[in-house]
Nanobody, 124 residues
Framework: QMRLVESGGGLVQPGGSLRLSCAVP????????MGWFRQAPGKEREGVSS?????????WYADSVKGRFTISRDLAKNTVYLQMNSLKPEDTAVYYC????????????????WGQGTQVTVSS
């Protein structure tokens, strides 16, 4: 069972920024696409962003975060990041990272392993 560990969540004011991190086992990023998902109370878990496992590191974003969020990875540190800028109250959710072999995707079913989640709250 692969262990993914998210960190970096917290309380931030609207317009603020946060950077989430997801630590993964060695070589994971070379073999698995990584995704960030979020789930707000009473809502379905939705895909936010994804990055491919190939050397190009192709990225994909949900329309709701495009231009505000940036996914990246550090192969040496075995870590995936989600930089979140211009945060809005509607970004409030538990954020999860996930690993999957199906390739870059924002679909839950394409991911095999999940972290425990980190809470992000955007409020004044």
């Amino acid at each position: 069972q692969m262990r993914l560990v998210e960190s970096g969540g917290g309380l931030v004011q609207p317009g603020g920024s946060l950077r989430l991190s997801c630590a993964v086992p060695p070589l994971t990023l070379e073999h698995y696409a990584m995704g960030w998902f979020r789930q707000a109370p009473g809502k379905e878990r939705e895909g936010v962003s994804s990055i491919s496992s190939n050397s190009a590191g192709t990225t994909w974003y949900a329309d709701s975060v495009k231009g505000r969020f940036t996914i990246s990875r550090d192969l040496a540190k075995n870590t995936v990041y989600l930089q979140m800028n211009s945060l809005k109250p509607e970004d409030t959710a538990v954020y999860y990272c996930a690993a999957g072999v199906s390739g870059i995707s924002l679909e839950r079913n394409d991911y095999d392993y999940w972290g425990q989640g980190t809470q992000v709250t955007v409020s004044s």
